[in-house]
C-alpha cells in the first residue's frame, strides 16, 4: 500500500518511518490473522459439522501433513505455540468430533493422527479450499511470486519477534 503522504501516520508507537512501516505491517498481520481465522472456520463449516476456530483446523491440518501422526511436541513446534493446555483442549474436540484419534501412552508416546473422517473432511476442505482461495490468487498477474516473498519475509520476521520477545522477557519489571 502506497502511504499518503498528506495523513499524519505518528502516534505514540510510530514516530520515524521505519516505526510507521512496522505499525502498518504489524496491524496488516492482525487483520490478516484475523480474516485467515474466518476463512479457516467457515470453510472448514461448509465440508463437516464442526465450529472450530482457525487454530484448532491448522492443528487438524497438522496433525495429516505427510500422513504421519504427530505428538504435542511436534504441534506446538510446528505452530509456533506454547500454550499446550490450549493444544489439548483443541485435540479433545478434534478427537470428540471423530476426526483425530489419540495414539499410544505415555508422556513421550502419545501422538495424534486423522481418521478416515477426518481425511474425507480434510480433502473437502482442500477441494474447497482450491475453487475459492486458490482460484482468487492465481486470477491476480504475479501474485505467486509476491506470496513467497511474503512467505520469506514473515518467515524472517518471526524469527526477529521470537528473538525479540526472549530479549524483553529479561527487561521484565519485577
Not at 499524519?8 to 484475523?34: C, G, I, K, N, P
Amino acid at each position: 500500500m502506497e502511504r499518503d503522504e498528506k495523513l499524519d501516520y505518528r502516534w505514540h508507537l510510530a514516530e520515524s518511518a521505519v516505526e510507521v512501516d512496522t505499525t502498518e505491517l504489524e496491524f496488516a498481520l492482525m487483520r490478516t490473522f484475523e480474516g485467515f481465522g474466518r476463512w479457516q472456520s467457515e470453510c472448514l463449516a461448509s465440508v463437516c459439522d464442526l465450529a472450530a476456530t482457525g487454530p484448532e483446523n491448522a492443528l487438524l491440518h497438522i496433525i495429516r501433513m505427510n500422513e504421519r501422526p504427530k505428538s504435542i511436541k511436534d504441534l506446538a513446534r510446528l505452530t509456533n505455540r506454547d500454550d499446550v493446555p490450549n493444544i489439548q483442549y483443541s485435540l479433545r474436540k478434534l478427537i470428540g468430533a471423530g476426526l483425530v484419534v489419540r495414539q499410544g501412552a505415555g508422556r513421550s508416546g502419545v501422538t495424534y493422527q486423522v481418521t478416515d473422517e477426518g481425511r474425507r473432511v480434510t480433502d473437502d476442505y482442500g477441494a474447497l479450499r482450491r475453487r475459492l482461495l486458490i482460484a482468487a490468487i492465481a486470477g491476480v498477474p504475479g501474485f505467486s511470486d509476491r506470496l513467497a516473498e511474503a512467505t520469506k519475509a514473515l518467515n524472517l520476521l518471526s524469527g526477529i519477534y521470537e528473538e525479540i520477545a526472549r530479549v524483553a522477557a529479561t527487561h521484565r519489571r519485577g
